[in-house]
């Protein structure tokens, strides 16, 4: 069976550095892969997705991920982030159909 | 604008209790889930369906149950609440697809079992 980690469980910044959250899995074969948010209060909503194709892949409010085949990564990352970025962050691999399987989170707090 | 809806935001029950957690979902979705969500532990899948009756294990299927007699409701049943399984619990739909994988969420229902 697959599994996801995210290497870190917490991450703090400051307004305006930059994020790079780390997600490997544990699969050989074709995946789909995702990263979800959860902001304080609200439901967990897809942020981005990779199916095949180019690589980079663009979600909303600025994120952007990258899937290195070789490493089994999909990294999640923004360039400057913003106080409303503070949210939770999961990881997910899908190898058939819809049954995802997440990874452990990461909690992720901006400080204004 | 699509919508999952959780009968119960919160709840309070005792060990050896019956819970009910029920889920419907407004978009036409064959497919539906059970999640729990727990600090460091992400989600875990407990059971799921890809069409009405049918239903499949997950990942930690012990001492629940589900049930899908239509296509849009999908309740989880905890026969015997025990306090191990104090969590928050998460329905999500998604159409049929190899692939498409976007689930949609609710917005969840946090069990405590005293």
């Known amino acids: 069976a697959q599994s996801v980690s995210q290497h870190n469980h917490h991450v703090i910044l400051s307004e305006a550095a930059s994020l790079e959250l780390g997600c490997n899995y544990s699969?050989?074969?074709?995946?789909?892969l995702f990263w979800y948010v959860q902001y304080p209060g609200q439901h967990l909503q897809l942020l981005l997705k990779?199916?095949?194709?180019?690589?980079l892949v663009k979600g909303i409010k600025g994120f952007e991920a990258e899937f290195i085949k070789s490493k089994f990564s999909f990294n999640l990352r923004k360039p400057s982030v913003q106080w409303s970025d503070t949210a939770e962050y999961f990881c997910?691999?899908?190898?058939?159909?819809?049954?995802?399987?997440f990874g452990g989170g990461t909690r992720v707090l901006v400080k204004p | 604008d699509v919508k999952v809806t959780q009968s119960s935001r919160y709840l309070v029950k005792r060990t050896g209790e019956k819970v009910f957690l029920e889920c419907v979902q407004d978009m036409d979705h064959e497919n539906m889930f059970w999640y729990r969500q727990d600090p460091g532990l992400g989600l875990r899948l407990i059971y799921f369906?890809?069409?009405?009756?049918?239903?499949e294990k997950g990942d930690i299927p012990e001492g629940y149950s589900v049930s899908r007699e239509k296509k849009e409701r999908f309740s989880l049943i905890l026969e015997s609440a025990s306090t191990n399984q104090t969590s928050m619990y998460l329905c999500?739909?998604?159409?049929?697809?190899?692939?498409?994988?976007?689930?949609?969420f609710g917005e969840g229902s946090r069990l405590t079992v005293l």
């Open positions: 699969y050989g074969g074709t995946v789909n």
């Open positions: 997910a691999v899908s190898t058939r159909g819809n049954k995802l399987t």
């Open positions: 999500a739909s998604s159409s049929v697809g190899a692939g498409t994988g976007e689930l949609f």
């Open positions: 990779y199916f095949s194709g180019d690589p």
């Open positions: 369906s890809y069409d009405v009756k049918m239903k």
